[in-house]
Nanobody, 123 residues
Framework: VQLQASGGGLVQAGGSLRISCTSSRRLSSNNGMGWFRQAAGKEREFVAAISWNGANKLYGDSVKGRFTMSRDNAKNLVWLQMDSLKPEDTAVYYC?????????????????WGQGTKVTVSS
């Protein structure tokens, strides 16, 4: 499985950005999906996760209420709508496919990772 993240870029604080992730294989009912991020000099951080059918979503505390994760299995697509962006959201964002069907916050739950897309939020 290859995951391709896209949509990153430069945005001003308070702005919005949507990043997407496509899968080389059809998204199925077997796999939850997740977004993680890593800022320069920091450890990887959980951002958001979604269950196989989109019914269950989890968010990291730092993005709760500002970010929304969605998926479209028919289009092999997941995306992360990021609103009210802050400079501290600056990071490389990675999408990942869970080994299981649930939404998961732990990186070890994920078997496949995309290459990342960089998001920079200017103050």
């Amino acid at each position: 499985v290859q995951l391709q993240a896209s949509g990153g870029g430069l945005v001003q604080a308070g702005g919005s950005l949507r990043i997407s992730c496509t899968s080389s294989r059809r998204l199925s009912s077997n796999n939850g999906m997740g977004w993680f991020r890593q800022a320069a000099g920091k450890e990887r951080e959980f951002v958001a996760a979604i269950s196989w059918n989109g019914a269950n979503k989890l968010y990291g505390d730092s993005v709760k209420g500002r970010f929304t994760m969605s998926r479209d299995n028919a289009k092999n697509l997941v995306w992360l709508q990021m609103d009210s962006l802050k400079p501290e959201d600056t990071a490389v964002y990675y999408c990942a496919q869970n080994r299981g069907s649930s939404a998961a916050t732990i990186g070890a739950s994920y078997a496949y990772w995309g290459q990342g897309t960089k998001v920079t939020v200017s103050s």
